[in-house]
């Protein structure tokens, strides 16, 4: 995407011999000048879009092409389905790279940080842009690691569909669930493409049945393979009843043909694709009533003479329903069926005019924009991805953020191409952009053109809102859905090499958070080496020369796993120098009380000629609901004028107790407080009544029986037969509840529940018990309560580090 910030390098070659010679060409001239040269990665890319050859199109349909005409979409599927060699031949076959890249080579375009070429695997997504046969295509390759699933999160937020990658071999795999339910949220239509037909043990059958029974989704199948696994060299097109065979002796897989099956060459793969066809009409029909009437009108007596665009546009309006899935099939390794996908993407998924999206009746016009990623350059400071939704966007002009209620200016507008950024003029809606100049947005906010603009949308979705008989508030009316970011898992103390350098990795946490939303940072000034959410030991104190006491204030690391923090640490070290040291990863455990307590408590401090006195009656018990934050409740004895004047400073001392329970230190979950008596003197302040509410809620917390809490993860391994009883009796030993064995193939998968303070290092174990034959997948599920002697061994270790 953007040179440190995925804005690819590109050779830029002059085009002052090109011949123009109008008006229009020479903008483009001007506007492909402003590209900043960057140094080449050593890879070969084609002429900016609008130049292929001699063919030099309008600026307009260039920068911005009819909405219609307009893709945003996805690649997203479980880790290692292939998402980034089928991103990466989409790129060469539409024209702007002239050499494929390989993942195990660690050349590929959109995997281009050292940690990604290092693993192989995708971290951060990344967008290009490019066009395919008259269409443009906004294409964001996204991670499969359930360690950064925020990234699919916030990427799917903007995209109008999705491409899902399966393995053949495979099916629907662990993270392949977790991406769906994403796409499902956010009602995106989406095509399947059954990857690695010619891996050993590919199976289109199995694959296509998978999708129907784990993702209860009903599979269209618009191809079939010719041969899987090591004679897979073709697909045919069941809607024309074409086959598309590759040449055997093409390196790079552009050079292949379609031909008509015809009854005398193929008899039994005609004879099974009129099965295949005749099955997809009448399930389409099933689906569409606009072409269920046209099939029983006129092609009752014979599927065969239905013209094949007849069926493609019900298939499109199947799919933007989205009660239905288009399923392909081939192999982005060996060069097959590449080309076909991307005329799917065109014809099935839709373009932003085809999307239904309620809030754009508001603006009627104006600009509505979401910043769905934010990423930081040495040279030019942040870099803002939006979507821009209605309205235009222009460089130099000052935009509205309604989240953070503040007015900034963009300095310039960029348009990513591939490896290339071209600085532009102005961007239309259904587009995506990426922005210069912006130093407060962040992820999920919402950007309109001005403050009035804002109230004038809010003004109609008022009225809207009356005329259905909504209730919602001003900023649930105008603030578009942001993105939903899960709670950390994992924390670990992180310390600059020295004091001095404090302010470089505060500085370099902060740019990396507003990165990446779900790497939280925490300061916590009360502790140790070891300290994690109040597991306290001796703060480390000193003198300096000058004979002043100081002390050290921890920064604490929450991520969402171990792969997390260890490609944060190393970004660290490699973007911004700083060799910094990790304490141990510890577990985020959380607590509850098992019964319902009273306090009371007093306080009466007299501070200079004034007295300060509040007393407080609370009461805190167990709620059977799941809730992350304390439910507050009010007695009826409580005075509403005096609750009105002190309700902020009630709840904010409840908060601050909940944050840090009396086992752990950790938060505090599913408790109901209750305020039964408030009794406050004339004159005191709002800090002393946050203090007493504070205090009598941790009295109240220590007489009642309290229970810790673990994070459960879900887990699913794959193994062979020959290696599934010792990875069993692992699992036993890790506290692992198996929930079944299923048969995938030739292997065995396992699917359970384990704590995750169990599960730590378990990829190491896994590798050396299955000679590393194995894989896994993990997934938060939830949290449940750690049995009486789990919880006591727990506790002892923790008194053992104080």
């Known amino acids: 995407m953007l040179s440190s910030s995925r804005i690819f390098a590109v050779n830029h070659k002059k085009i002052s011999s090109l011949n123009i010679n109008n008006v229009c060409c020479s903008k483009i001239r001007a506007s492909l000048k402003r590209l900043k040269p960057h140094v080449p990665l050593g890879r070969n890319y084609s002429s900016l879009p609008g130049l292929i050859g001699n063919d030099i199109k309008s600026l307009r349909s260039v920068l911005s092409p009819p909405a219609a005409k307009i893709r945003n979409i996805g690649i997203m599927a479980h880790i290692d389905a292939g998402k980034t060699t089928t991103t990466e031949r989409i790129l060469y076959y539409s024209g702007y790279t002239r050499s494929l890249g390989d993942v195990d080579d660690g050349d590929t375009v959109t995997d281009f940080m050292a940690q990604e070429r290092e693993r192989g695997i995708t971290i951060q997504s990344a967008a290009v842009t490019f066009d395919w046969k008259g269409y443009r295509l906004n294409l964001i390759d996204t991670p499969g690691h359930v360690d950064f699933t925020v990234e699919v999160e916030r990427c799917l937020r903007v995209l109008d569909g999705a491409v899902a990658v399966f393995d053949a071999s495979a099916g629907v795999e662990a993270q392949t669930l977790t991406v769906w339910r994403q796409a499902d949220k956010h009602k995106i239509p989406r095509i399947c493409f059954l990857n690695k037909m010619d891996k050993t043990g590919a199976s289109f059958n199995y694959a296509v049945e998978s999708i129907r029974e784990k993702l209860n989704a009903k599979p269209l199948v618009l191809q079939l393979p010719i041969g899987e696994a090591k004679t897979f060299k073709g697909v045919v097109d069941v809607v024309s ?207 309109v053109s001005s403050k009035s603009s804002a109230l004038a949308a809010a003004r109609r979705a008022e009225r809207e809102g009356e005329k259905k008989h909504r209730r919602n508030s001003e900023a649930e009316r105008l603030l578009l859905a942001g993105v939903e970011i899960p709670e950390p898992v994992f924390f670990c103390t992180i310390e600059p090499p020295s004091m001095a350098k404090q302010p470089d990795l505060d500085h370099a946490l902060k740019c990396l958070h507003r990165e990446d939303p779900s790497l939280k940072v925490r300061l916590d000034p009360d502790t140790g080496q070891f300290s994690v959410k109040g597991y306290i030991l001796e703060p480390a104190k000193g003198k300096d020369t000058k004979g002043k006491v100081w002390e050290i204030i921890n920064t604490v690391l929450c991520g969402m796993g171990e792969l997390h923090i260890e490609i944060i640490h190393d970004r660290i070290k490699r973007e911004y120098g700083l060799e910094t040291y990790l304490g141990p990863l510890q577990v985020a455990y959380r607590e509850t009380i098992l019964n319902s307590v009273r306090a009371t408590d007093t306080l009466d401090r007299t501070l200079g000629d004034k007295r300060h006195l509040v007393t407080v009656e609370l009461e805190a018990k167990p709620i059977e609901t799941a809730s992350v934050r304390p439910v507050i409740e009010y007695a009826d004895s409580v005075s509403e004028d005096l609750l009105k004047a002190s309700q902020e400073a009630i709840e904010n001392g409840i908060h601050s107790v909940c944050l840090q329970g009396p086992l752990l230190g950790s938060p505090i979950q599913d408790v109901a407080i209750t305020l039964h008596s408030l009794m406050i003197h004339p004159g005191t302040s709002t800090t002393m009544i946050s203090a007493c509410v504070s205090r009598c809620l941790q009295k109240a917390l220590k007489k009642a029986d309290k229970q810790v809490l673990e994070p459960l993860m879900g887990l699913e391994v794959t193994v062979t037969k020959d290696y599934l009883s010792p990875v069993l009796a692992d699992l036993a030993q890790r506290r692992g509840n198996i929930q079944e064995i299923q048969t995938r193939q030739n292997n065995k998968v396992v699917i359970g529940f384990v704590p995750l303070a169990e599960i730590m290092g378990y990829s190491t174990v896994l590798r050396t018990l299955t000679s590393g034959s194995a894989t896994f997948a993990l997934e938060l599920a939830n949290y449940q309560a750690m049995n009486p002697q789990d919880q006591s061994t727990l506790l002892s270790q923790r008194r053992g580090f104080t």
């Open 241 to 447: 009843k074409e086959k598309l065979l590759w040449n055997a002796n093409s390196d790079d897989g552009k050079d292949f043909e379609r031909k008509p099956l015809l009854e005398m060459s193929d008899p039994e793969l005609l004879k099974k694709t009129t099965e295949a066809r005749n099955a997809l009409i009448e399930q389409v029909a099933d689906l569409d009533d606009e072409f269920a009437d046209l099939v029983l009108g006129e092609f009752s007596e014979n599927f065969d003479l239905l013209p094949p665009e007849k069926l493609q546009t019900a298939i499109h309006r199947v799919t933007l329903a989205q009660t239905a899935v288009p399923v392909l099939c081939g192999s982005a390794l060996r060069n097959k069926g590449v080309q076909p996908l991307l005329d799917a993407i065109t014809m099935y998924l839709p373009s932003p005019e085809e999307r239904d999206y309620e809030f754009l009746q508001w603006y009627k016009g104006d600009l509505c924009a979401l910043a769905f990623k934010v990423l930081h350059d040495k040279q030019r400071g942040p870099l803002v991805f939006m979507r821009i939704y209605s309205g235009m966007l222009k460089p130099q002009l000052a935009v509205h953020n309604i989240n953070g209620n503040c007015t900034e200016r963009i300095s310039r507008l960029l348009l990513p191409f591939a490896d290339q950024h071209i600085e532009i003029p102005s961007l239309t809606a259904g587009n995506i952009a990426l922005t210069v100049g912006l130093k407060h947005t962040a992820t999920g906010d919402t950007i």
